[in-house]
């Protein structure tokens, strides 16, 4: 099955040898997301802001492959501080709708550029 960069202007560039995301078929893997604005490409400031931009960034790639946040089946949320998890969950639900994605959460030592909060997804395309 042949693989597909998917690229959107309106998410931040990658900032390694990576693409924004990879579509296989009707499965497309969208690399890890920090808050960063992408007309600037800095980071924005706080644990919600960042979750938020996060959010935004996930939306703008997933449109760009042809789906959006409710085609998510999985996400995993990287937090450099466990004790963030009820506003990072708060403002999730405020981007997503039942049935949910499965989910993982992880805490971690540290993320690139000293973001607060990273989150990954696979996206399943009708």
């Known amino acids: 099955m042949p693989r597909e960069n998917v690229h959107s ?9 990576y693409s924004q995301a990879v579509r296989c078929g009707s499965t497309v893997y969208l690399a890890g997301q920090i808050g960063l604005d992408p007309s600037s490409m800095e980071l924005v400031s706080g644990i919600e802001a960042q979750t938020r931009r996060v959010f935004e960034n996930l939306r703008a790639v997933a449109q760009a492959a042809g789906g959006d946040l409710g085609d998510f089946a999985k ?12 506003r990072v969950n708060d403002i999730m639900a405020s981007y997503f709708k039942a049935p949910y994605p499965a989910r993982a959460t992880l805490g971690v030592a540290s993320l690139p550029r ?8 696979i996206m399943h395309l009708e």
Do not use: N, Q
């Open 9 to 17: 202007e309106a998410a931040p560039k990658a900032i390694g040898p």
């Open 114 to 121: 000293g973001a607060l909060v990273e989150v990954d997804a």
């Open 75 to 86: 996400l995993t949320i990287y937090l450099v501080d466990l004790r963030e998890f009820g």
